[in-house]
């Protein structure tokens, strides 16, 4: 919290919120969606604490963070009447060890792909006497890497974190193939977030959509975007 009254990072934030916004609502147009039904994460991996008052300030009431360390300090950091503001969403890949941290600062966590990372999640959750939100995040690009269940997969995992009374099943979560139209994997996201919801009525989120793509992510359905350098700037390359 060094530099809180450095207005030409508040105004920087200001302006590049206001284009995202109204991105979205173009977005929500062109698709014939109403832009009460989309959701902005802002993405504040690699950036300070100062940045996620900034972003509270000027009204955002939802960050995401991606890595267990990193996002830990950094919620620590907050003043308790900006934290009571805000949800904070683990966005990142997890190991089970992780996992039994990340329930002590986060209020919902995207991704979750496989049985192992949902049980331990569900013990954290439980010894924290709480519920977790969670979400699926599924593989879109069937080379398995950035992490997620299959899409044939991802019903049974499905089934399986609805079986655990700490976690709450909100939806599904993914990140567009890189180097790909977007339009399809993301069409291919929304046929299963429908089929899930089918099974689970209280599975109603599709997070998709980050900076480069959250326009063709609007079309497809989601409801909550993660959008990070489009507000915040590029992140700093050597970390
Ligand atoms: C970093 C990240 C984002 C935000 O990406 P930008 O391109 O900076 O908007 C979204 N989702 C996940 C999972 C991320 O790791």
Known sequence: MTDETDPARADALREALAQVHDRIATACRDAGR??????????????????????????????GENRDQEASA???????????????????QLQSNKARHVPTYADVVHSVDRGKIAGALDRAAAEHDRRLDVLMQVDLSGAQGRGGVSVDAAPRLADAIAELPHLRLCGVMAVAPLGEDPAAPFERLARL?????????????????????LEAAIHAGATHLRVGSAILGSRPAAR
């Open 193 to 213: 977030a429908r089929d899930i919801r089918a099974q689970h009525p209280e599975a109603e989120w599709m997070s998709a959509g980050m900076s480069g793509d």
């Open 74 to 92: 950094k919620v620590a950091e907050l003043p308790e009447q900006i934290r009571r503001q805000l949800t904070v969403h683990f966005i990142g």
């Open 34 to 63: 109403d832009r009460g039904s989309v959701h902005l994460i802002v993405v504040t991996k690699y950036f300070p604490a100062a940045d996620v008052c900034r972003l509270v300030d000027l009204g955002v009431t939802d960050i």
